[in-house]
């Protein structure tokens, strides 16, 4: 007895009440009982009231159809018809209730109704006569035949004839015995077919579920080649698709953030070095040489600037991707705004050879917010600079398009170009276009990255151009 006692308690254990599997099952087979317990209801409960009622009804309608056929020659043999069709008596009484016509058959070999036992004619009659539509109707009780008769009387229109209709309504209980008899199996093999059938669709409904739990799982252990298959149905279909996707950005994700600490440590660590070698070097050898030690330090001091920005840089790409900062635009003039840029590259004019052209009208104005587009336009110049190589020579385009009330701001480059597979990723903060990361020769390497996030919160167009050994042209619009 223990051991049973055991063995149910390990079962319920063992099941999951919040399962699909488990609530499909209780549900259909909760629907299969609701089923059963109104079919029993009506067929069994109901059965006798309702073969009561439209024992009745047809009575009634059967009166009316007589009713219609009252003038016709041949009368009496459409209420012979009648009555024996639907085993029902008909008798016709004069005003004084005497009986003009009866049909003495009640139908295909059943017993004869005695008139007498049924109705007292001249009470009904006076019935007939008092009632306000000219109509009555009752049940009569047999109670030596354990039996009931209806009757319904009715004055014919235009007439001095009343139609009386018997109709006997026999307990049916033999019928409701076999009812429940037929019923009892009825409702074991559907009962035992609905718990079939509910385990066969609850597990096809949860097995594609299940298969996509475990293949989270995965997914949550780092696994991003993990695939989740679709099932049998649409939705099944729609959230392994949305899964698929949601793997594949997160692989992406992933790969990014690796790629983002590589690239950052290695510039962070080219600085450091430098700071500590050339640190060591006034130190141990610069110390007493003044021009050597200005030298050195002006390396420090490159080096320290170079790591400032490469920190403001990231600060500022969290923030615009974060949503934290806000637009402030208002009307300047974006000429200028280049012109003091490239001021500020004076340096590279000189010890590099680069050299920057600027075409655009003395004032062109544009409403933005004047400091993100500054960095922007600071952001693509750099970016030009770090991938000219022979040819130096970088132009700046200013057009104002006075149709639409933009202006286009292009920067030109004649460096080493894009392919076409990898121009779509050059946005993507550290992304490099060569194997390997380098560290560039001014800016950090997320100078596109922050250049796509002011864009956009600027809701104004942008993009590339390039071909492979014949340069790049990097381009943005903003409002007049």
Not at 176 to 197: G, R
Not at 200 to 207: E, N, P, V
Request: proline share 1%.
């Amino acid at each position: 007895m223990n051991d049973v006692i055991c063995k149910i308690k390990n079962i319920k254990n063992n099941i999951d009440f919040k399962s699909l599997k488990y609530r499909i099952c209780i549900y259909f087979l909760l629907f299969a009982v609701v089923i059963f317990i109104l079919l029993w209801l009506i067929q069994v409960l109901f059965l006798q009231s309702f073969y009561s009622t439209m024992k009745k009804r047809q009575v009634v309608r059967l009166a009316n159809d007589i009713e219609l056929e009252f003038n016709n020659g041949n009368f009496t043999d459409k209420v012979d018809e009648i009555a024996y069709k639907n085993s029902v008596n008909v008798i016709l009484l004069d005003i004084n209730g005497r009986i003009i016509y009866t049909s003495q058959m009640v139908g295909n070999g059943a017993r004869i109704i005695r008139t007498d036992l049924a109705i007292n004619t001249k009470s009904l009659i006076k019935d007939v006569l008092e009632s306000k539509n000219g109509k009555i109707s009752y049940t009569s009780q047999f109670t030596k035949y354990k039996s009931q008769m209806f009757v319904y009387a009715t004055l014919i229109p235009k007439s001095d004839v009343c139609l009386v209709m018997l109709d006997s309504i026999d307990p049916i209980d033999s019928t409701i015995s076999v009812l429940q008899i037929q019923l009892i199996y009825v409702t074991i093999i559907s009962l035992i077919l609905s718990f079939v059938i509910s385990i066969f669709i609850s597990k096809k409904l949860s097995a594609p579920i299940l298969n996509m739990n475990e293949s989270a799982k995965k997914l949550a252990t780092g696994n991003y080649n993990v695939i989740f298959e679709k099932g049998d149905y649409t939705e099944i279909d729609n959230l392994a698709t949305t899964l698929n996707y949601a793997t594949t950005e997160l692989s992406k994700t992933d790969k990014l953030r690796k790629e983002l600490i590589a690239n950052v440590s290695h510039d962070l660590r080219t600085p450091l070095t430098m700071i500590k070698a050339y640190s060591e070097m006034i130190k141990d050898l610069s110390g007493n040489n003044k021009e050597k030690r200005e030298e050195h330090l002006q390396v420090i001091i490159d080096e320290t600037d170079r790591l400032t920005r490469l920190i403001e840089d990231m600060m500022d790409l969290s923030k615009l991707e974060s949503g934290v900062f806000e637009i402030i635009k208002k009307d300047f003039n974006i000429t200028e705004k280049v012109k003091n840029i490239l001021h500020g590259f004076k340096s590279l004019y000189e010890k590099e050879g680069y050299e920057f052209i600027l075409n655009a009208n003395e004032v062109v104005n544009v409403n933005a917010d004047e400091t993100k587009i500054e960095q922007v336009i600071y952001n693509l110049l750099i970016n030009a600079v770090n991938y000219s190589e022979e040819n130096k020579k970088i132009t700046i385009n200013i057009y104002d398009n006075s149709e639409n009330k933009t202006v286009k701001v292009e920067i030109v480059d004649n460096g080493c170009g894009i392919t076409k597979e990898k121009l779509e990723y050059i946005w993507d903060r550290y992304y490099k276009t060569g194997e390997f990361h380098k560290t560039a020769k001014v800016g950090t390497g997320l100078g596109l990255s922050i250049v796509k996030n002011i864009l956009k919160k600027h809701a104004g167009r942008f993009g590339a151009q390039s071909e492979e050994s014949k340069g790049s042209t990097f381009w943005f619009e903003l409002d007049k």
